[in-house]
């Protein structure tokens, strides 16, 4: 299976990631105010159907506007 982070850019007031991975898992987007602070969930779990590569996103809406700098992580949740 792969992983790569596609991109990250601002849509609006919020950021939309958009990554590539395997069908049959499940991801959840987490973030944190530094890069090695504490990361919580900021997405639902994210079902990835299938068993091939496939691409998926999440808007993180209102961040630009409501929070101070985040850092983003896509986590596998076994």
């Known amino acids: 299976?792969?992983?790569r982070l596609v991109s990250g850019a601002r849509e609006g007031d919020g950021v939309r990631l958009v990554w590539q991975t395997h069908g049959g898992i499940t991801n959840v987007v987490q973030a944190a105010a530094s890069l090695d602070?504490?990361?919580s969930n900021?997405?639902?779990s994210i079902v990835i159907p299938g068993s091939a590569?496939?691409?998926t996103n999440y808007l993180?809406?209102?961040v630009i506007t409501n929070a101070a700098a985040r850092f983003?992580?896509?986590q596998l949740v076994q």
């Open 53 to 55: 590569d496939v691409m």
């Open 60 to 62: 993180d809406a209102g």
């Open 72 to 74: 983003y992580r896509v």
């Open 42 to 44: 900021m997405s639902p």
């Open 37 to 39: 602070g504490s990361y």
């Open 1 to 3: 299976s792969v992983f």
